[in-house]
């Protein structure tokens, strides 16, 4: 059992709409362990987005601010996959290989120059003086990038800009960009052609919708290069380039390029505005492929399946459900079924039917077992926590603690059966509100390449304390994802209605992990098997730990406060990366191991993604 909710007829009319309308509902994210304040705003509140990158959620005036923002915001899971490209891992750990970079420059220059081509079609379009100015300033940044690049080639003694011809990423990206400030985009005409100022000034909208990508894109990869640099550990053979991406005059740059974007876009109609978008979009694709096409002859740790092979290997993914894969807790997707479809407190219920409570007895009824689950579960948190803070790391102390949460879950869950509060749901209203619940982004479509990738030889296995397997199947089939293994509790149901009763398999961090040793038995010793496990919880705590890579997504207080206590670090996914790159050698081996007792963290499925299988 997860916490499930303060006030249940706040959001009865939410999921009355899920079980009747085809019309998915998107609910914010929470961390179920959280005050019952913040999960009854968070029950009470739909939202639009979740946050999908390694980047910390913006406030919302932020959001609020101007087109080139928003898009930022819209596409940042793309500059995640940029910036887990092996290319950008190995320059931010210092060991990319010379002749790598030497090769990126000479397609960097290539592209710098049409680059600044682009700016100059731009300007010729701007009927506004400062447009002109603004663009004639950027311009010029652009000429002093290539200075830049003509100093590493006054270091080298040669330059492969002459040598180098481009490669296809680069002509793409190069022809796009041109293309674009030609007015060669669908639906305008060319710059000869174009009759009047507006005309103009669009192609000239379209063109800095087309470039603004990639001054973010490096604005936000020099500052997140630079955060890795160890300002006492000698110097960093690239550091040249990341302290004139993160430079003040750089991310001034990028600002002026978005600022100039909007001022350009602000009287364009909803077609234009997505026609921006549209080229925003494809600009951060090309960004990646740029990066993807720099010729790597060194091993990375990234992406984790390039060296799988499956007559070898065996990958075993495991994920936890509840807040790691959904947006609100299955616990309380079941309460709001049961309440949408009790009976009225004045209705008369049918002979032959199982007897259930009202509506109202149910509201009541739940917010009476969530507020004792709530005050019990953080008195076991703090009778779990030892008095004194473990220095290394103890896995077996852990354990051992942990199987306090086993009584203290078994107790809640027979006071949900034993209330009747589950009696008398459909089945078919279950797979209903499964199919039509929103997972967190990226979660489905990551599970979908998993298991559409015939070079794989993966499994896919999710253990949860769900009430009901059924539920969490539903979700999944909608994705087509049946094959998924589910390792659940289960409703029981007489002619498809639930009596109320559970049968009861996963319950706790000693259920779950048990679950999980009993599941890689059954694989046998015969492949190499690396196993990965993503959760969010102190439920997941165990099997986190016995994964070779455990990965947190969310930022739940209690795994944290828990998990330090017995000598756990929680380590961010990307700076592990980056470490991890900076140890990985020619001859060596890059080596995940269970019970570390280093876990990493994430914002976003789109960093689990980017990390397993890459772009």
């Known amino acids: 059992m997860r916490l499930l909710f303060s006030n249940p007829i706040k959001i009865s009319f939410l999921f009355s709409n899920l079980l009747s309308s085809s019309n998915s509902l998107r609910l914010g994210l929470s961390d179920s362990l959280r005050s019952r304040r913040v999960i009854f705003q968070f029950l009470t509140t739909q939202s639009s987005s979740l946050s999908m990158a390694a980047i910390p959620p913006l406030s919302s005036s932020v959001v609020e601010e101007g087109l080139a923002r928003k898009l930022w915001i819209k596409f940042r899971r793309e500059s995640v996959f940029a910036m887990y490209t ?8 210092g060991n990319l290989k010379i002749e790598t970079f030497r090769h990126y420059i000479a397609q960097d220059v290539h592209f710098l120059k049409a680059f600044a081509q682009a700016y100059e079609l731009a300007e010729e379009c701007a009927d506004d003086d400062d447009a002109k100015l603004s663009i004639t300033e950027l311009r010029k940044g652009v000429l002093e990038e290539l200075k830049m690049h003509n100093s590493f080639v006054q270091e080298w003694g040669t330059d492969l800009a002459k040598e180098v011809n481009n490669n296809s990423a680069t002509l793409k990206y190069t022809d796009f960009l041109l293309a674009t400030a030609s007015g060669k985009v669908e639906g305008v005409k060319g710059p000869g052609k174009l009759a009047t100022p507006f005309e103009r000034t669009k192609v000239a909208a379209y063109t800095l919708g087309a470039m603004s990508p990639c001054m973010r894109l490096y604005g936000f990869l020099g500052k997140e290069f630079q955060a890795l640099v160890n300002p006492n550990g000698g110097d960093h053979p690239y550091k040249k380039w990341i302290d004139n991406y993160s430079s003040e005059s750089f991310q001034a740059a990028a600002l002026q390029t978005e600022d100039l974007l909007d001022k350009l876009s602000v009287s364009l109609t909803g077609e234009e505005l997505s026609i921006i978008e549209k080229l925003y979009h494809q600009a951060m694709k090309h960004e990646i492929d740029f990066f993807c096409a720099q010729p790597l002859a060194q091993p990375t740790v990234v992406p984790l ?12 993914l495991f994920s936890d459900f509840d807040l790691t894969c959904t947006v609100v807790d299955s616990s309380a997707i079941l309460a709001e ?18 007897s259930r409570m009202s509506s109202a007895e149910l509201r009541n009824t739940w917010g009476l077992l969530s507020g004792q689950y709530t005050e019990e579960y953080e008195q076991c948190i703090e009778s779990i926590l030892p008095s004194k803070e473990v220095k290394e790391f103890n896995y077996e102390a852990l354990h051992k603690a ?18 009747g509060v589950l009696k008398g749901i459909s089945l078919e209203d279950i797979k209903r509100a499964g199919e039509r619940l929103i997972l967190q982004d990226g979660c ?41 293994d589910v390792h659940a509790n289960e409703f029981v149901f007489e002619e498809s209605i639930s009596t109320g009763e559970i049968v009861i398999k ?6 779950k992990v048990q679950a999980f040793n009993n599941i890689l038995e059954k694989y046998g010793n015969d492949r190499k098997k690396l196993t990965v496990y993503v959760g969010d919880s102190v439920g997941d705590l165990l099997c986190l730990l016995e994964a070779d890579i455990g990965i947190v997504i969310g930022s739940s207080s209690s795994l944290r406060r828990i998990g330090s206590q017995f000598g756990v670090s929680f380590v961010p996914l990307y700076p592990g990366l980056v470490k991890k790159q900076k140890e990985y050698v020619e001859g060596s081996s890059c080596i995940w191991k269970g019970r570390s007792g280093i876990l990493h963290t994430v914002n976003s499925w789109a960093e689990v993604q980017a990390f397993i299988l890459g772009w």
């Open 86 to 93: 092996p290319f950008a891992v190995c320059l931010a750990s």
């Open 305 to 316: 399946i390039k060296e799988h092979n499956p007559e070898e290997d065996h990958l075993i």
């Open 337 to 354: 079924i049961a309440i949408v479809t009790a009976p009225k407190s004045d209705q008369n219920q049918p002979e032959g039917q199982l």
């Open 402 to 419: 942990l199987l306090q949460l086993l009584d203290f879950e078994k107790r809640a869950n027979s006071r949900v059966i034993e209330s």
């Open 444 to 484: 489905t479509s990551f599970f979908q390449k998993i298991v559409k990738n015939e070079n794989l030889n993966a499994n896919v296995h999710v253990l949860s304390y769900c009430w009901c397997g059924d539920l969490i199947r539903a979700s999944f089939s909608s994705g087509g994802l049946n094959v998924l």
């Open 506 to 511: 996963v319950e706790s961090p000693i259920d």
